[in-house]
């Protein structure tokens, strides 16, 4: 799991990252101008060179894509397979030429099937996405096969990713660490990175957090932006590494400020608690909404929580339910249980049990603990929905059973009640310690009562007092004003009516009936009063 001010990067190989081998001319010593005489002439290998100094620019040419286009072209038509490979990445990107797969489909074949290793691992790519073609996993395959053959780092990386995923082999986690070593050698970063991964998270090899901060440095360092953001969670957590935040949001930005959408999220959350830099709720935003905007679930509803409670932003309803609809609309649990929590309280939207009972009801699916125990209070409620005792014991136990505070609570209350359950209390006793223990005051109040009657527990008047002072410490009226009986009885403590008086007035003064009783037959009997 991790730490909750961070996201893991999972990207596999950057399948987008095309590939262009290494052309033949770039080891000869030649001026621009007479390798622009050469290429004038006719000399594909000269023309394919010029285009990339087009396309890279250079001191004494500007970078220009319709211009390397236009050689790339030239090349291409003379069947020069490293220039119709670059032709097609130039379609495929629509850089100085209008976007077009079909096109870009077009030149890879043709340099493909001239055998031309980084045109078959583009081909591959496109029958992998199904880009302009019918997706064909075999066809994928086929054409990363033939690229390996030449040892091409690009198609190894992706042929591992078919494997890793099961796509058109049978998923094989040993084989595609085969395949991403092989690329990673080479010093492919996508296939670094995706090696890490494979260390971090043990599969296709013994768990090695160490090897894998190695690998993700290794690609980190080749400007990798999702090897980059796995290197900043490494440092955040301390695993592999020593833990160091300050590295942490050093890798983390190099990331963001490549548009690396779950590092951007990681700033946000990183400023958001003061994790190497100074808190400031403000950045936190700016990052947030920067991953957001590029559609990354998590960041989208972390931004819907800033809206709602105004941290480092204005705060408003509305924009918080829009931004949890749009990660709820990509399946995010929390934010399906903050759209059902802006419903049932009626914030940004009209108040509807019916349709918060619906989006708790979605989380409830990824096992959304405090969906389970807000769905199961619905039930309870009578309100929006059709009261039922069964329907909302059983959400209430399944998130009592996570370890929800609030539903131990509650389904301490069920069993003492014998609502939805029969009634029991022994488990009620048990899971009203288990919320006490977590410090929840209504638990403890009700526990100091159980204690005092002795049910579900041996009579304890020392243990009813103690349960009773965490709670009415806590400002909970019940509980101080049966802390006010305790002192006033002498019940598992020395009398003290100065004690029970201050405590009654405590509870009478938040408005609770029998406290303001009570003291007031203590002002009649004047005692612990003046």
């Not at 285009?51 to 500007?62: A, P, T, V």
């Not at 309870?380 to 009261?387: A, F, H, M, R, Y």
Request: proline residues 1%; glycine residues 8%.
């Amino acid at each position: 799991s991790l730490l909750p001010y961070v996201s893991q990067s999972v990207d596999a190989c950057d399948n987008t990252n095309l590939q262009t081998d290494v052309n033949p001319l770039q080891n000869r010593s030649m001026k621009n101008a007479d390798l622009r005489k050469l290429a004038e002439k006719g000399d594909s290998d000269a023309q394919f060179r010029y285009g990339q100094i087009y396309e890279e620019g250079s001191r004494d040419l500007k970078q220009d894509s319709k211009e390397a286009v236009k050689w790339f072209r030239k090349a291409a038509e003379q069947n020069y397979a490293p220039a119709q490979n670059s032709l097609g990445q130039m379609n495929l990107s629509g850089c100085g030429i209008e976007q077009s797969d079909s096109e870009a489909i077009k030149w890879f074949r043709k340099a493909a099937e001239q055998n031309y290793a980084a045109a078959q691992a583009n081909l591959g790519y496109m029958y992998s996405t199904g880009k302009a073609i019918e997706q064909n996993d075999t066809q994928a395959l086929k054409w990363y096969r033939k690229a390996v053959e030449q040892n091409h780092a690009g198609a190894e990386c992706n042929l591992g990713t078919m494997f890793y995923e099961g796509r058109g082999v049978e998923q094989s986690d040993s084989e595609a660490v085969k395949w991403f070593r092989k690329a990673a050698v080479q010093n492919n970063a996508n296939a670094q990175n995706y090696l890490g991964l494979m260390y971090k998270n043990g599969k296709g090899v013994k768990q090695n957090d160490s090897e894998a901060v190695k690998w993700f440095r290794k690609a980190a360092e080749l400007n990798n932006p999702s090897a980059q953001d796995n290197l900043g969670v490494m440092y955040s957590f301390g695993r592999g590494i020593e833990l160091d935040d300050i590295e942490a949001i050093k890798w983390f930005r190099k990331a963001a400020e490549q548009n690396h959408a779950t590092a951007q999220n990681n700033m946000g959350m990183m400023y958001l608690y003061g994790m190497g830099v100074k808190k400031n709720n403000f950045k936190a935003v700016e990052w947030f909404q920067r991953s957001a905007e590029q559609g990354y679930a998590i960041a989208q509803c972390k931004l819907g929580e800033m809206y709602e409670h105004g941290w480092g932003t204005d705060q408003s309803s509305t924009k918080a339910v829009e931004w949890f609809r749009k990660a709820a609309d990509q399946n995010h649990p929390s934010a399906l249980y903050h759209l059902g929590n802006m419903y049932e309280k009626g914030r940004g939207v009209e108040q509807n049990n019916s349709e918060a009972a619906k989006w708790y009801l979605k989380a409830t699916e990824h096992n959304h603990a405090a969906a389970q125990v807000s769905l199961g209070l619905i039930y309870l409620s009578n309100k929006g929905v059709e009261q039922n005792y069964s329907e909302a014991a059983k959400w209430i136990r399944k998130a009592a059973e996570q370890g929800n505070i609030l539903a131990m609570s509650k389904l301490g209350l069920l069993y003492l009640e014998g609502r939805g359950l029969s009634q029991n209390d022994s488990e009620a006793a048990k899971w009203l310690h288990k919320a006490a223990e977590a410090n929840d005051a209504h638990a403890q109040s009700s526990l100091g009562i159980m204690y005092l009657v002795g049910r579900g527990v041996r009579q304890n008047d020392s243990e009813a007092f103690k349960w009773f002072l965490k709670a009415a410490e806590q400002n909970d009226d019940s509980a101080q004003c049966s802390l006010g009986f305790m002192y006033a009885s002498g019940k598992g403590i020395k009398k003290n009516d100065i004690e029970a008086c201050k405590w009654f007035q405590k509870a009478a003064k938040q408005g609770y009936a029998l406290a303001q009783k009570n003291l007031g037959e203590m002002y009649i009997r004047g005692s612990g009063v003046k």
